[in-house]
């Protein structure tokens, strides 16, 4: 299991949070998913057999965010 944080850009409020959370928690693979709304912040604990970091990189900016 892979834990990594990464800097996403453009989430403002709940519904940013809703919609990272729920389209990265909908990746196989995906274990968990935490949105820091604050420091604009997404943790993210994923098994990388399954799924890999520019998928879930692909899903955040297919949301409409900037991942660093
Ligand atoms: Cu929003």
């Keep these: 299991m ?5 800097n996403v ?4 409020c709940g519904h940013c949070v ?3 959370e ?3 928690g909908k990746l ?8 820091h709304l604050e420091s604009g ?5 994923f098994d990388n057999e399954k799924v890999t970091l520019s998928e ?5 900016d297919d949301q ?5």
Excluded at 2 to 6: A, Q
Excluded at 9 to 12: A, D, F, K
Excluded at 28 to 35: A, D, F, L, R
């Design 28 to 35: 196989n693979g995906v274990e968990q998913v935490k949105v």
């Design 41 to 45: 912040k997404v943790d993210v604990s």
């Design 9 to 12: 850009q453009g989430m403002s």
């Design 22 to 24: 729920s389209s990265v």
């Design 64 to 68: 409409g965010y900037d991942v660093a």
């Design 56 to 60: 879930i990189k692909e899903t955040i």
């Design 18 to 20: 809703n919609a990272v």
């Design 2 to 6: 892979e834990n990594i944080t990464l």
